[in-house]
């Protein structure tokens, strides 16, 4: 079974830069699809970013060109860089992982077998 931990979340001003963490253990990363969700207060969870073995990285609208999503086989870790950050941003950041999963908006996150914990970024004016 996989654990996934995430970690990077904090209080920036608009316009700057985080960087997330998500460190697996339990097994490789190399053999799953990998992606990071986000919940605004009183919204569902939203897929925003999705790494797939088979078909590279996709991105939702409202992130892309801003964020990117990469992994780092040695450490076991995938990351999400965030750029430009707007106070729309603010959000609980989930990472997650599945053997199989469609990179796609929209794409069920039920789909998904492997959850963090989330970590809060939190974008002032």
């Known amino acids: 079974q996989v654990q996934l931990v995430e970690s990077g979340g904090g209080l920036v001003q608009a316009g700057g830069s985080l960087r997330l963490s998500c460190a697996a253990s339990?097994?490789?990363?190399?053999?799953?699809?990998v992606a990071w969700f986000r919940r605004v207060q009183g919204k569902e969870r939203e897929l925003i970013a999705c790494?797939?073995?088979?078909?590279?990285?996709v991105y939702v609208d409202s992130v892309k060109g801003r964020f990117t999503i990469s992994r780092d086989a040695a450490k076991n870790t995938v990351y999400l860089e965030m750029n430009s950050l707007g106070t729309d941003d603010t959000a609980v950041y989930y990472c997650a992982a599945d053997a199989s999963y469609i990179c796609a908006e929209g794409s069920p996150i039920s789909d998904m077998g492997y959850w963090g914990k989330g970590t809060l970024v939190t974008v002032s004016s």
């Open positions: 339990g097994y490789s990363l190399d053999a799953y699809d």
């Open positions: 790494n797939s073995r088979a078909m590279g990285s």
